[in-house]
């Protein structure tokens, strides 16, 4: 497996439930990033965070609430969410956020999610 | 206008052949660009990085950056059918105090490749 771990692989939930989507990562890095991505759109970027401190919302909806309770650990709580937020949702972290030349994102496998 | 703009192909080739993937970007901030390979059902993992213009070689993959053009590529030499994959240009460029980004990247929405043999 890969050093940017995440589960579940597959998530099927309705619009009523409440799940979360969790990732790890072994490579001691510092900085840890939540990205989404739909069918025919670029990836986007929804949160980072920088040694567990929020750095970064894109104006993201508040039916995704991320925690990173330490450099290692990122999830992604989600309740009441919409169908059009079906997606691949992707984690990523580098050695830091920042950075004077720019970032070298690792990514996991991401969690496929489906809102019915 | 996208920031980014890639065209998604599908590109068709034989195995073989040499592939240019390319990005245009309307952004003149941009400084670092990258290219990420994504296989089916996998995450994107990076292939090339570099940031400044000019061509960066490595093995049978080149970048290529031209800035005055705001147009990147990538070149596939020898193409295998384990090249078969959507890959992503990416780019991002200093923001914040001290010249800092913050994992900011700004993706093309990928160009879909298969090698057949």
């Known amino acids: 497996e890969t050093g940017v771990t995440q589960t579940p692989r597959h998530l099927v939930m309705g619009m009523t439930n409440k799940k979360s989507l969790k990732c790890e990562q072994h490579?001691?890095?510092?900085?840890m990033y939540w990205y989404k991505q739909s069918a025919k759109k670029p990836l986007e970027l929804m949160f980072v965070?920088?040694?567990?401190?929020?750095?970064e919302n894109n104006s993201v909806p508040s039916r995704f609430s991320p925690e990173c309770p330490n450099s290692s650990h990122l999830f992604l709580h989600l309740h009441t969410l919409q169908p059009e937020d079906s997606a691949l949702y992707l984690c990523?972290?580098?050695?830091?956020?920042?950075?004077?030349?720019?970032?070298?994102?690792?990514f996991g496998s991401g969690t496929q999610l489906s809102v019915l | 206008q996208k920031e980014v703009e890639q065209d998604p192909g599908p590109l068709s080739v034989p195995e073989g052949a040499i592939v240019s993937l390319n990005c245009t970007y309307s952004?003149?901030?941009?400084?670092?660009f990258m290219w990420y390979r994504q296989y089916s059902r996998k995450g994107p993992e990076l292939l090339m990085y570099?940031?400044?213009?000019g061509n960066k070689e490595d093995g049978r993959f080149t970048a290529q950056v031209d800035k005055s053009s705001k147009y990147i590529s990538l070149f596939i030499r020898d193409s295998q059918p384990s090249d078969s994959a959507t890959y992503l240009c990416?780019?991002?460029?200093?923001?914040?105090?001290?010249?800092?980004?913050?994992?900011?990247?700004?993706f093309g929405q990928g160009t879909i490749l298969t090698v057949h043999p």
């Open positions: 490579l001691g890095h510092n900085a």
């Open positions: 990416a780019m991002n460029f200093r923001s914040g105090a001290g010249g800092t980004s913050y994992g900011k990247l700004t």
């Open positions: 965070y920088n040694f567990k401190e929020q750095t």
């Open positions: 570099t940031y400044s213009s």
């Open positions: 990523a972290s580098s050695r830091r956020a920042r950075q004077a030349r720019g970032e070298k994102l690792f």
């Open positions: 952004n003149s901030a941009f400084q670092y």
